[in-house]
């Protein structure tokens, strides 16, 4: 399975972006599915989850009520807005073991190259 994580760019403090991530096949379908962010010299942090049907979201501490995670027969999203610089990430999706996915890097068996995220002061 392939992943593809796409959407990064350049934006201003308070702004907004929309992350996509999509996968080779439909395994995603079945699985849930998470965001992660690695900026550098950190280690990968959590941001948000989604189980296979939608029904169960989890979110980062440091992104909680500006972020939201959704997905649909094809795609995973993840909306942000009100972006801080301190959000400037590479951001990576990957897809869980099962259909629940959670805070856990070992709870996911695949993941993308990521996208990045750069927030401007």
């Known amino acids: 399975v392939q992943l593809q994580a796409f959407g990064g760019g350049l934006v201003q403090a308070g702004g907004s972006l929309r992350l996509s991530c999509t996968a080779s096949?439909?395994?995603?379908?079945?699985?849930?599915v998470g965001w992660f962010r690695q900026a550098p010299g950190k280690e990968r942090e959590f941001v948000a989850s989604?189980?296979?049907?939608?029904?169960s979201t989890s979110y980062g501490d440091n992104v909680q009520g500006r972020f939201t995670i959704s997905r649909d027969s094809a795609k995973v999203y993840l909306q942000m807005n009100s972006l801080k610089p301190e959000d400037t990430a590479n951001y990576y999706c990957?897809?869980?073991?099962?259909?629940?996915?959670?805070?856990?890097?070992?709870?996911?068996?695949?993941w993308g190259q990521g996208t990045l995220v750069t927030v401007s002061s």
């Open positions: 990957g897809i869980s073991r099962s259909a629940y996915a959670g805070r856990g890097l070992t709870n996911y068996a695949y």
């Open positions: 096949r439909r395994t995603s379908s079945n699985n849930g």
């Open positions: 989604i189980s296979w049907n939608g029904g």
